[in-house]
Structures are given as C-alpha cells and as structure tokens.
C-alpha cells in the first residue's frame, strides 16, 4: 500500500471549514483514498472515500489532485465534536487483500 | 445503526493468563479485521478474514495469539500466555471488501499485570 504523509497537529476554529491535507505521492491507479477520524478512546471512524472524482458526503467533502498524488478532507463548518485524530489512508488490491494500513494521522483540535 | 459489539470492554488480567477476547461483526458482512492499538505502535493490523476464512495474520505474534471464525456471527481474538506488553486496545472492524468503509467496534481495552 502506498505511503501517506499528514501534518501531526491542526487547530481550527469552530464554524470555519477544516482542510486536512495528505500526500500519497506514490499512489497507483487502483488505490483508493480513504479517511477515517478517532475520537479519543473510540474505535476508528469512516468518513469518506474516493479514487480521482471529488466526493462529497453529509460528514465531509474529499478533494483529490488531478494527478492523484495529494487529497484534502474538507469539514465544511466544524464543531468541537470534531476534535479526533483524522487518518488518510491508500488502499488497494495486495496479495488478494484489500487491508487498511493506518497511519500516525493528524489531530485536529477544534476551537472554541 | 448496525454496530460492531466487542466484548468485554474492558479485560485486566495477570501475566501467564488466557485472554479471549470477541466480536460481533455487522450481519452480512464478509470481511473481519482485528487491530491493535498502542501509544507507541499506533493502529496495527493483526488478522484479517474474508468469508471466515483467515487471509493475513502476518501481523500477530503466532507464538501466543490465534485469530478465528467459528461462524459468521462471531471473530474471536486469543492471547495465551498473556504478557504486560500485550497491554493494548484491540478493535474489531468488518465491512464489504471492496465497497465503502469499514465499521469498527468500541474496542477491548487489555491491560496484563
């Protein structure tokens, strides 16, 4: 599975948009983008998932490059329950598998 | 919402002794994952079972941990013997394979003294 590469820490603002960046640089064409949150003590969450197009949900909006070699996750009006630690993660078909191999992710903390 | 159960949610146990720890996977799904989750190590994949059948476990210290679907209801996650560095949350995931996410469960937090 490709590598990604995710700021450690983020702060936000309550009510303004969060934009959460990753770089896959070495993504191949099968691999999917996926984004997961964890709040504290809770398992993992699933947010959204894409391969080139946009994506958008009632959770978040993915925005994937052209190139497919970076993607933002876009909380459009964020709220404290949104403090977690957000993880991209590249999946895609290996030895048969379709296994997730997460990340150190970022924390974000919203602001009040 | 369909849910993940795992069960006990919270396990201390002393060193040397059998841990079993289980889960409920969302019906009809066909794929079943364990994690561990550390503060040093973060989110490690141990085993991972598609249609009940293990597919990785390469992840899991084979001498003392197994990994098992005795039916399609329920995933069961073994330590025996139990050491202090097996100290962990574990979760159990399952979903459909190549669709959307995965739903995790609320986790078995372990500790061994």
């Known amino acids: 599975d490709a590598k990604t590469t995710q700021p450690t820490s983020m702060d936000c603002a309550e009510g303004r948009a969060a934009n959460l960046p990753c770089n896959h640089s070495?993504?191949?064409?099968?691999?999917?983008v996926y984004w997961y949150r964890q709040i504290h003590s809770q398992g993992p969450q699933y947010i959204i998932h894409?391969?080139?197009n946009n994506e958008t949900n009632e959770m978040a909006s993915l925005i994937i490059t052209e190139d497919r070699k970076s993607s933002t996750l876009i909380l459009p009006h964020a709220t404290l329950r949104d403090t977690a630690v957000y993880y991209c993660?590249?999946?895609?078909?290996?030895?048969?598998?379709?296994?997730?191999?997460f990340g150190t992710g970022t924390r974000l903390k919203v602001l009040a | 919402d369909a849910r993940v159960t795992q069960t006990p949610r919270h396990k201390v146990t002393e060193m040397g002794q059998e841990v079993t720890m289980r889960c409920q996977p969302i019906?009809?799904?066909?794929?079943v994952f364990w994690y561990r989750q550390t503060m040093m190590q973060g989110l490690e994949l141990l085993a991972y079972?598609?249609?009940?059948?293990?597919?990785?476990d390469s992840g899991m210290p084979k001498d003392r941990f197994s990994a098992e679907m005795p039916d399609a209801t329920l995933a069961t996650l073994k330590i025996q013997p139990s050491e202090p560095r097996d100290s962990a949350v574990y979760f159990c995931?399952?979903?459909?394979?190549?669709?959307?996410?995965?739903?995790f469960g609320s986790g078995t937090r372990l500790t061994v003294v």
């Open positions: 995931a399952s979903g459909f394979e190549d669709r959307a996410g995965y739903t």
């Open positions: 019906l009809g799904h066909n794929t």
């Open positions: 070495t993504i191949s064409g099968n691999e999917y």
């Open positions: 993660i590249v999946r895609g078909l290996t030895s048969g598998t379709y296994k997730y191999i």
């Open positions: 894409g391969l080139k």
């Open positions: 079972f598609r249609n009940r059948a293990p597919l990785d």
